[in-house]
């Protein structure tokens, strides 16, 4: 699986190329994001912004990570 393309988000969300926030119980496996993450939040990530969870075989290209 994979996602690409510019990501954008705000203070109130977590951001991230392939997931924003990856809650407890769940699992992301052998997937890529790749293009550009922009937030002005603190939970900000090429591939996962907020992560509780596990992730495995996985990994981001992303170009640039801005927290603004």
């Keep these: 699986c994979y996602a690409t393309g510019v990501v954008s988000g705000t203070t109130s969300t ?3 190329g392939f997931a924003g926030k ?3 119980n769940s699992t992301i496996t052998n997937c890529f994001a790749t293009g550009n993450v922009n937030s002005d ?3 900000i990530g090429g591939f996962v912004g907020a992560n509780y969870s596990t992730i495995q ?3 981001s290209t992303t170009a640039t990570i801005t927290s603004t």
Aim: hydrophobic residues 35%; without cysteine.
């Design 14 to 16: 977590a951001v991230g």
């Design 22 to 24: 990856l809650e407890n």
């Design 41 to 43: 939040n603190n939970y």
């Design 57 to 59: 075989n996985s990994f």
